[in-house]
């Protein structure tokens, strides 16, 4: 099978947050379990929309649902690191576009993931993908 490969220009990330691995990140092969490591993306997500002024669910029943994850890991992280997460937001499109992540060691910058969440906008009152609303694409094109 073939493996992913991810790369991202530096320029694409425009927010970071920082995170420890808790104890109950670690996996039977004492290091971060890949579980762990989607929930602290999906925090770092999180975090990054309310930097921007962003909400998950906007008006009318609309919000971002993620339609897939891809992550390629690059090296271990084991308790207590501080891991950096940097965050940004690429290839735009009708109805969504990408969350792209840099995990790295707070303390030596030793990667440790690359990781990219697709998203759309969607109604769940119709249940239906819509567009991507202009203000956002405004505020990263």
């Known amino acids: 099978m073939a493996r992913i490969k991810l790369s991202f220009p530096d320029e694409v990330f425009i927010f970071s947050t920082t995170m420890p691995v808790r104890i109950t990140d670690i996996n039977g092969a004492n290091h971060l379990g890949n579980d762990a490591l989607i929930s602290m993306l999906s925090e770092a997500r999180a975090q990054f929309m309310v930097k921007m002024g962003l909400q998950e669910q906007i008006s009318d029943g609309v919000g971002i649902v993620v339609t897939d994850l891809a992550t390629m890991y690059q090296s271990e992280s084991f308790f ?62």
């Open 80 to 141: 207590p690191e501080i891991l950096r997460f940097e965050v940004g937001v690429t290839d735009l499109n009708k109805y969504g576009g990408d969350y792209v992540f840099r995990v790295t060691k707070e303390a030596s910058g030793q990667p440790v993931a690359l990781a990219k969440y697709g998203f759309v906008f969607f109604s769940f009152r119709q249940k239906k993908v819509v567009e991507l609303p202009e203000y956002f694409r405004e505020r990263f094109s």
